[in-house]
């Protein structure tokens, strides 16, 4: 079957860095993306990665390892807002998005 | 950026009305567009995907004579929840993309149904 695998919760202080790791098995890959998501509000994209390496984009960077079926977001200089529920998601092999369950990130002052 | 218009953002409506929820892409051509499912605290469901002139198609469990999806246009999808439930009770997303295989899937802001 094809799973997504993302730790449930984390926490880190303001003005730290996080690091949010996503694992997948899907048949196939097409890519991957990271969304944000605030409660009770819809995801918005964060990134998208395609092939091996890092792509960065200001405070927020996306890691990708295809023969590793691993990612992971990193988020420097943490603000308060940045408290969300982050989402991993892969596009397999019929270009279907397969979801994370998404990680809470929760940050303390 | 790409911009998904969703309305209503909520809606509250009683056991065994029907509820139509509306999915415009502004500024771009939606050939596909999807409908999500989210309870709290759970990840995005996807109900169906619709395309342009076609019938939907529906994932597993979800039934299509209740959740009614139409993708009359290349801008708009409705979807319609008939003869609600309260366990029909969610947050509804629709989301759509444009033709290139590559790009994001961009989302609409959500409706909040509540079924009395």
């Known amino acids: 079957g094809q799973n997504i695998d993302q730790p449930t919760e984390m926490t880190a202080t303001e003005g730290a860095i996080v690091q949010i790791n996503c694992t997948y098995q899907t048949s196939g890959f097409n890519g991957l993306f990271w969304y944000q998501q605030h409660a009770g509000e819809a995801p918005t994209f964060l990134s998208y990665n395609v092939l091996d390496g890092l792509e960065e984009k200001g405070r927020f960077s996306s890691f990708l390892s295809r023969s590793k079926g691993y990612s992971y977001l990193l988020l420097k200089e943490l603000q308060m807002k940045d408290s969300a529920s982050y989402l991993c998601a892969v596009k397999d092999s019929n270009y279907q998005l397969i979801w994370g369950a998404g990680t809470k990130l929760i940050i303390k002052p | ?116």
Not at chain 2, 80 to 96: G, K, L
């Open chain 2, 1 to 116: 950026g790409a911009v998904v218009s969703q309305h209503p953002s909520r809606v509250i409506c009683k056991s065994g009305t029907s509820v139509k929820i509306e999915c415009r892409s502004l500024d771009f051509q939606a050939t596909t567009m999807f409908w999500y499912r989210q309870f709290p605290k759970q990840s995005l469901m996807l109900m169906a995907t619709s395309n342009e002139g076609s019938k939907a198609t529906y994932e597993q469990g979800v039934e299509k004579d209740k959740f009614l999806i139409n993708h009359a246009s290349l801008t708009l999808s409705t979807l319609t929840v008939t003869s609600a439930h309260p366990e029909d009770s969610s947050f509804y997303i629709c989301s759509a993309k444009d033709r290139e295989e590559a790009s994001p899937l961009h989302f609409g802001n959500g409706t909040r149904l509540t079924v009395t």
